[in-house]
């Protein structure tokens, strides 16, 4: 199994930047994509961003221009650094890792507010 900590989250004015971090465990040997998700209040939870193992990346259109995802392998740790935030953003932010066999598996969540 993988484990998955996030941390990073909290309140934003708008147009302020945060980073968020996630530290896998475990299997990490297994893991090939990892990836951030957010769910707002009453909405289905939504890709924000995702890296593969190979660094190649892909975004949400709502994001794209102002977020960047990136990974440190030797560290088990995938980044997403976000700029120019607005009150929309405010969800709360899910690291998922795609296995090689071995399935997917989440965080616990981290809370981003942002402030009008």
């Known amino acids: 199994q993988v484990q998955l900590v996030e941390s990073g989250g909290g309140l934003v004015q708008a147009g302020g930047s945060l980073r968020l971090s996630c530290v896998a465990s475990?299997?990490?040997?297994?893991?090939?994509?990892m990836g951030w998700y957010r769910q707002a209040p009453g909405k289905q939870r939504e890709l924000v961003a995702q890296i593969t193992s190979g660094g190649i990346t892909n975004y949400a259109d709502s994001v794209k221009g102002r977020a960047t995802i990136s990974r440190d392998n030797a560290k088990n740790t995938v980044y997403l650094q976000m700029s120019g935030l607005k009150p929309e953003d405010t969800a709360v932010y899910y690291c998922?890792?795609?296995?090689?066999?071995?399935?997917?598996?989440w965080g616990q969540g981290t809370q981003v507010t942002v402030s009008s």
């Open positions: 998922r890792t795609l296995t090689r066999g071995s399935g997917d598996y």
């Open positions: 475990g299997r990490v040997f297994s893991i090939n994509v």
